[in-house]
């Protein structure tokens, strides 16, 4: 069964769970207890990324120390073309849709179409999109930050995204931010498209996250919050059995 395959049959029977790993903000041992944590807390698969700082040694090292721990899927949350990892089970092959560089909405995956290619790296084609307050993601991704209010133009690209073959979206408010999407986006947004939608940024606790399943999020991300708390498997715990009621 294909990455792609395991999100989609998964996301037909129950909400999931990823918990993001910035491999730049740890050693790679590091790393590894934290996704070994959040696996037995319950999450559903590791993704691995971040905006800054990051090299393809750094990711091969932090993946390979996560595998070692743990039997999920691990997903590549691209920066760029530069970190792809041919340890990884699969890469959002995505598309900084708002972004105002077309070098996040197309050429970065221009240069690494071959490099996933050689691999043979399962790509998971994706519409991903900045809220606000898009945190860092949302500046060195020089996104052209859809207002929170705004959910005419988040109908509109998560629309394109699917028209695209693009199949899933993702609705980013940025990692730290002060507060998740909001829930008549997701709401809204989840009602016109028919491809799995993820949500993450500012989702910190549990009733967040139960807010953003109920609104019509089918996946939930969530990663500053394990870089924070010192019991990262009771906190993703209880993250998950609320989205599970």
């Not at 790393?31 to 807390?41: G, I, Q």
């Not at 995956?109 to 994706?126: C, N, R, S």
């Amino acid at each position: 069964m294909s990455v792609l395959e395991y999100i989609e049959e998964k996301v037909k029977r129950k909400k999931m769970h990823m918990t993001l790993i910035d491999p730049a903000e740890q050693e790679p041992v590091e790393s590894a207890k934290m996704a070994y944590e959040a696996y037995l807390a319950g999450t559903d698969a590791i993704m691995i990324g971040g905006s800054t700082n990051l090299t393809r040694e750094l990711m091969d090292e932090t993946i390979l120390a996560i595998k070692e721990k743990i039997n999920l899927p691990v997903i590549i949350f691209p920066s760029g073309a530069d970190v792809i990892s041919q340890y990884a089970d699969a890469i959002y092959f995505m598309s900084l849709l708002n972004s105002r560089d077309v070098n996040f909405v197309i050429r970065q995956q221009v240069m690494g179409a071959p490099i996933i290619k050689k691999i043979g790296l399962e790509p998971i084609p994706m519409g991903y999109l900045i809220i606000e307050p898009g945190m860092t993601a949302g500046r060195v991704g020089q996104a052209e930050l859809i207002k929170r209010d705004d959910i005419k133009t988040a109908i509109g690209y998560a629309l394109a995204a699917q028209y695209l073959g693009m199949k899933l979206v993702y609705l980013e408010a940025g990692s730290g931010a002060p507060e998740p999407v909001p829930q008549e986006m997701i709401s809204a947004v989840k009602k016109e498209t028919d491809i799995p939608l993820i949500v993450g940024g500012g989702i910190r606790t549990p009733q967040q996250a139960r807010a953003i399943v109920k609104a019509g999020a089918d996946i939930i991300v969530t990663g500053t919050l394990v870089e924070e708390v010192s019991n990262i498997r009771d906190s993703l715990k209880k993250i998950i059995e609320a989205i599970s009621l």
